[in-house]
C-alpha cells in the first residue's frame, strides 16, 4: 500500500521561500514518479514539478521554472520542493502523488496515489 506524507507548508512574505517534503512509502522498486501539484480556492488541481525516481529524470511547469526546484533523497524516500521567490499567485494546497511508470505526463489523471495536502500561504 502506497502511502505519502507531506510536510513543510506555512506562512511566507512574498519573495520568501520554502521547502515542502513528501515521504513515500509502499512501492518495491524505483520505478515510479513522484509529482508536485497544487489547487488554489476555486481553481483546478495543476501540476507543478515531477521526479523520475528510477533515472532522476525531472519536469518543471513555466510557471515555477527557475523558482522551484524538486528533488529526491532515496536513502530517505522522501521527495522535496523547494520553493524559492514565492509570489502571491502561488498560494494553494500542495500535494505529493505518486504512480508506477510509465506516466504520460503531469497530469492529475496519471497519479494513482496522494498525499493530505500542505497549505502554502504567501502574505505580508
Known amino acids: 500500500q502506497v502511502q505519502l506524507v507531506e510536510s513543510g507548508g506555512g506562512l511566507v512574505p512574498p519573495g520568501g521561500s520554502l521547502t515542502l517534503s513528501c515521504v513515500v512509502s509502499?512501492?518495491?522498486?524505483?520505478?515510479?514518479?513522484v509529482a508536485w501539484f497544487r489547487q488554489a480556492p476555486g481553481k483546478v488541481r495543476e501540476g507543478v514539478s515531477s521526479i523520475n525516481m528510477a533515472d532522476d529524470f525531472t519536469d518543471v511547469v513555466d510557471d515555477v521554472k527557475g523558482r522551484f526546484t524538486i528533488s529526491s533523497d532515496k536513502e530517505k524516500a522522501t521527495v522535496y520542493l523547494a520553493m524559492n521567490r514565492l509570489k502571491p499567485e502561488d498560494p494553494a494546497v500542495y500535494y505529493c502523488?505518486?504512480?508506477?511508470?510509465?506516466?504520460?505526463?503531469?497530469?492529475?489523471?496519471?497519479?494513482?496515489?496522494w498525499g493530505q495536502g500542505t497549505q502554502v500561504t504567501v502574505s505580508s
Open positions: 502523488a505518486a504512480t508506477p511508470l510509465p506516466v504520460l505526463g503531469l497530469r492529475v489523471s496519471q497519479f494513482k496515489n
Open positions: 509502499g512501492f518495491t522498486d524505483d520505478d515510479y514518479v
